[in-house]
């Protein structure tokens, strides 16, 4: 069983800049590094549609995405707290009941 290489941002950041300069082209540099040419693909297409925030590394998103995770996580306790809300004025809108002091 092969296992899974992993490759740092200025590996991949080296290897673009070989196919984007003209220098070599996308299938030499497939079968010299003994990449898959869908991978190279990928990577030229991340690169090219955002270069500042591609190839984040493991454990980091690009802004949009951490925003958009904080975001949701920010909804989520707003709906709890809005529940509890609710609860709380069921209860205390109901009065006082019959037979207590």
């Known amino acids: 069983m092969r296992t899974r290489r992993q490759f740092s941002r200025e590996y991949k950041l ?24 869908g991978l190279l693909q990928r990577w030229k297409q991340e690169y090219l549609a955002s270069e500042s925030h591609s190839f984040p590394g493991s454990g980091h998103q690009p802004p949009a995405d951490a925003e958009k995770a904080s975001l949701l996580r920010e909804l989520r306790t707003l709906r709890q707290e809005n529940e509890i809300l609710k609860k709380a004025l069921a209860i205390f809108s109901q009065g006082p009941t019959r037979g207590t002091v």
């Open 14 to 37: 080296s290897v673009l800049q070989a196919i984007l300069s003209g220098d070599k082209t996308l299938m030499q540099v497939s079968r010299e590094l003994e990449i898959g040419r």
